[in-house]
Nanobody, 115 residues
Framework: LQLVESGGGLVQPGGSLTLSCVAS????????IGWFRQAPGKEREGVSC????????NYADSVKGRFTISRDNAKNTVYLQMNSLKPEDTAVYYC?????????WGQGAQVTVSS
């Protein structure tokens, strides 16, 4: 049972990336999904979350209007579309699947925003 993130990389300020989070060994249908990030020397923070049917989303103020979370339950995948990236978005991004009391984390994907 695992979550695997992909799509990270190096991008220039103002650029875009799309992160994917794929579940294996279980289906995401009943799970709320969150994207978190952790920059060097900082605590992990919540970026965005989406409920199990995709009908409700939330965003941190720092990414509102720039990031979009979505899910495709048929593909067992959740996405984080990141636009207008800033150097302060540089971090390791993690996805989390939650269905209380079960909680899964991915291994993380590095996103670096730099010129």
């Amino acid at each position: 049972l695992q979550l695997v993130e992909s799509g990270g990389g190096l991008v220039q300020p103002g650029g875009s990336l799309t992160l994917s989070c794929v579940a294996s060994g279980f289906t995401l249908d009943d799970y709320a999904i969150g994207w978190f990030r952790q920059a060097p020397g900082k605590e992990r923070e919540g970026v965005s979350c989406i409920n199990n049917d995709g009908g409700g989303t939330n965003y941190a103020d720092s990414v509102k209007g720039r990031f979009t979370i979505s899910r495709d339950n048929a593909k067992n995948t959740v996405y984080l579309q990141m636009n207008s990236l800033k150097p302060e978005d540089t971090a390791v991004y993690y996805c989390n699947a939650l269905k209380i009391p079960v909680n899964y984390w991915g291994q993380g994907a590095q996103v670096t925003v730099s010129s």
